[in-house]
């Protein structure tokens, strides 16, 4: 069992609407490679944040935000539980954290990029070193692309861009939380990434990605950092055969999973489970040790 099976399983329970986390299910069209509820589970349980953004379009966390603690708030005044559900863990945070994103600007934005073009990344870096060194800290050199998010961050907003990482060390939630995790052993979790994707290449994920290409959709470079879609349109366009854009697939994937759990794992609010059935009967328990349905 997942975590979306687990979800259905504890939401009657806990009288829950489902609220996606998942940074790549808020893309329409683009179903099976983001293994999205069925249309028969969204009948069972309501969700929200499913499909809210074209493939041809960059949402920007910010705008996740804004969008999550609105459903989590109108959630919340029905007297429901919000249950949220999926392994971005930016996007968990990004609800559920008191945490600010500084605006941007694209004009400001091409202009850093052009200037890094002329003077090259570390005079941008030693621009940055100047300006905020605390962020320049957490930024390796080479990467021109951060470096200019925080300058441009400290232009548009007026405030240094390290400033905005005080709530990002606190991890204290603006809800009253309680979160699990599931976990498996790696071989385990590696063995069911190449058995999934197998299965959705079997499921017709192929000809989903060629109905979008052939529909005229062009992905936004933030669409296609969904795993296997990019791979797959490399097949579709002669770059890839089919079989190695499997195997970049379900490596990416893989490498992801391990990225995605070091993530969670380093939040301490989160409570670890091998068995759903021990974590659907925590997550179902009330502080005080009852059962939600008692």
């Known amino acids: 069992m997942g975590k979306s099976a687990l979800a259905m399983r504890v939401a009657p329970e806990l009288g829950a609407e489902i609220v996606s986390i998942d940074s790549a299910a808020v893309y329409r069209g683009m179903d099976l490679g983001t293994d999205k509820p069925t249309a028969q589970d969204r009948e069972s349980v309501r969700h929200h944040l499913l499909d809210i953004a074209d493939p041809t379009e960059a949402p920007t966390v910010a705008q996740f935000q804004k969008a999550g603690r609105a459903c989590v708030g109108q959630i919340l005044k029905l007297g429901r539980t919000p249950l949220l559900v999926g392994g971005s863990g930016l996007y968990f945070r990004s609800i559920v954290d008191p945490l600010e994103f500084p605006g941007t600007d694209p004009a400001i934005r091409a202009r850093l990029h052009s200037e890094a073009d002329e003077v090259g990344p570390k005079e941008m870096y030693r621009r940055l070193e100047k300006l905020d060194p605390q962020a320049a800290l957490r930024i390796d050199p080479a990467n021109v692309r951060r470096t200019i998010r925080a300058l441009e961050a400290a232009e548009v907003t007026g405030r240094l861009f390290s400033s905005y990482r005080v709530a990002w060390e606190q991890r ?15 071989a385990e979790m590696d063995e069911r990434i190449n058995a999934r994707v197998d299965q959705l290449i079997a499921r ?31 097949y579709l366009d002669g770059r890839l055969p089919l079989e190695e854009a499997n195997e970049e697939t379900k490596r990416r994937t893989r490498k992801f999973a391990r990225r995605q759990l070091r993530w969670f794992r380093a939040d301490p609010r989160i409570r670890w489970f091998t068995d759903p059935d021990a974590a659907a009967a925590y997550l179902t328990t009330d502080r005080a040790g009852r059962k939600s349905d008692d």
């Open 204 to 234: 017709g994920w192929v000809e989903e990605v060629a109905g979008l290409r052939d529909a005229g959709v062009r992905f936004s470079s933030t669409s296609l950092q969904a795993l296997g879609y990019a791979q797959i349109l490399d």
């Open 172 to 186: 204290e939630s603006i809800y009253d939380l309680k979160a699990a995790g599931l976990q498996l052993p790696v």
